[in-house]
């Protein structure tokens, strides 16, 4: 069974578009996270969830939301696409803060 | 401020050489050091981990030790396969800061047979 899943796995797009990415994970964990890996692999946090609560909310533009309808998903949503959204998105989860955080597959977003 | 720096890549080895790549580290309280690993098309993957000064972590023959006085967290392998080919980032957690990851900027390694 795979531990932490996104979908979809490519996603194109035109500017202006909005999407979404979902994320799960079937690990019981408390914590999920959103990462963006940009094309020189820099990764860099954009948000985490806590027990359906925004702990960490990195100073990423407000078209981004994140939306957790419950522990097991944490899905990001993406408004007004731009070509520099580009990149590729990870889902995390991890039991606490204090955990190993075990990462999705990754989405890779390309915005034309 | 809170950072990771790792050596610029790509590195390129051939099977069974020795493998070292360079992490050092700015923080502003008492981190946790980690190495995750990203094999093509997948996500990060925990290889090692180190939790107080001097502790040494090892995984599938790689090794790290936590070097406060030098602020380091150098990976090491004694011999790499062609199947280590991947991308290996640094990562601190501090747990003053809500226990936020910073990664480093990822260092690739090919090895060639």
């Known amino acids: 069974d795979t531990a932490v899943s996104q979908t979809p796995k490519y996603l194109v797009t035109q500017m202006g578009n909005d999407k979404s990415i979902k994320c799960e994970q079937n690990?019981?964990?408390?914590?999920m996270y959103w990462y963006k890996q940009d094309s020189k692999k820099f990764l860099k946090i954009m948000f985490s969830?806590?027990?359906?609560?925004?702990?960490i909310n990195e100073t990423v533009p407000n078209r981004f939301s994140p939306k957790s309808p419950d522990k097991a998903h944490l899905n990001l949503h993406i408004n007004s696409l731009e070509l520099g959204d580009s990149a590729v998105y990870f889902c995390?989860?991890?039991?606490?803060?204090?955990?190993?955080?075990?990462f999705g597959p990754g989405t890779r977003l390309t915005v034309l | 401020g809170n950072s990771v720096t790792q050596m610029e890549g790509p590195v390129t080895l051939s099977e069974e050489a020795f493998l070292t790549i360079n992490c050092t580290y700015t923080?502003?309280?008492?981190?946790?050091l980690f190495w995750y690993v990203q094999y093509p098309g997948e996500g990060l993957q925990l290889l090692l981990k180190a939790t107080k000064a001097d502790d040494k972590g090892s995984n599938k023959g790689f090794e790290a030790t936590y070097r406060k006085e030098t602020t380091s967290f150098h990976l090491e392998k004694g011999s790499v396969q062609v199947s280590d080919s991947a991308v290996y980032f640094c990562?601190?957690?501090?747990?003053?800061?809500?226990?936020?990851?910073?990664f480093g900027t990822g260092t690739s390694l090919t090895v060639i047979p």
């Open positions: 969830y806590n027990n359906k609560e925004l702990i």
């Open positions: 923080a502003t309280g008492y981190p946790s």
């Open positions: 990562a601190l957690r501090i747990s003053n800061t809500g226990n936020q990851f910073y």
């Open positions: 995390a989860s991890s039991q606490d803060f204090s955990n190993e955080q075990f």
């Open positions: 690990l019981g964990h408390d914590t």
